[in-house]
């Protein structure tokens, strides 16, 4: 039986990558953050199977006692402030979280089990300037706060495998979704208001710029992504993406014609939500394909359909999905 180590596994995909790992025989760790009450609110998002740890990435003491004590084969850095809004407001948590947070449980893996095998949740966000595709090896020039600490902690993954010999890599992730994405994230505030108008709550939903682009894929996926590039015999980094743009009036669009509504009806915009942080790419996950013999398996409409289902039976215990 082999072991993984997962951090932030309360988190959208961390939920999803626990459940793959578990289907897969894996006796898995899920590290989750610990609660100031004690009462730890994320371990209720913890999947069944998995032995929960308490660790606050931040913390050398914990991070090497979790590595420590679940003496993995493979670890999955997942642990984010996984909002690029949230990085804005908040650039030194960010910081510690995002860039020497992951370094710190790289060291750790690297320190105490150098065979085990390392994947870093990257983000496309370590990219910005001019609208366009990016690849593996486009320019690293982060837009945001969140981009630079995570463009950090990935140069430090390289460094470790390419330097320090570990079989680590990066997943150079474009932006996914599932019902298990927060609400306070623009898909989720789109697909919650849909289903609760389609059931009689005629307050619109408010969001910002209707006009920007995003390269949307289905979390479950991007999951399976990081455990085959783990299951490669040589560590590597890879973008993770459709390759396909779609604005977030198009989201909008799908979601509320799936209940039968028009969009338009339904949504406003206010100038205060409108970011400048938002490089229009997409990504090209050739290499993925072809090495990982990786590729979505759900369309965007599919993706959009899915969550509003799951919203309707979140709402409405009663309804049955279109
Ligand atoms: P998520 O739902 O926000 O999950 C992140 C998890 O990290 C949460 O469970 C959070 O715990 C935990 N965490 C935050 N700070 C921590 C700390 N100091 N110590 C330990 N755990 C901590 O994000 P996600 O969508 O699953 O994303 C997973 C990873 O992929 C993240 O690294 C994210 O940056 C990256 N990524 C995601 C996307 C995307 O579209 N989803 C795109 C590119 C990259 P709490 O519940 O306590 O906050």
Redesign the pocket.
Known sequence: MRTALV????????QHLCRLLVSKGYRVFG???P?ADGIS??RS?VVPGVVPLE????HHDAVIAAVEQSAPDEVY???????VIGGETNRLATAE??GL?AIRVLEAVRDRFPKARFCQ?????IFGGEPGTRTEQSSIFPASS?GAA?AWAHGEVVRARQVGGVHASNAI?????SP???PHYVTRKISAAAARIALGDSTPVVLGNLDAIRDWGW?PDYVEAMWRMVQHPIGDDYVIATGIAHTVADFCDVAFAHVGLHWRDHVTTDVTLVRSDEPAIIGDASHARKQLGWSPTRTFTEVVRAMVDADLVALSPAHEPI
């Open positions: 951090t932030g596994a309360s988190g959208q995909d961390g590290a989750v953050r609660r609110e994320s998002g660790v606050d990435i931040t850095n997942l642990a984010a402030q996984s909002s979280i995002n947070g949740a990257s983000s496309s966000r969140y995570k992730l474009f932006n996914h979704e298990f994405r927060p979390a």
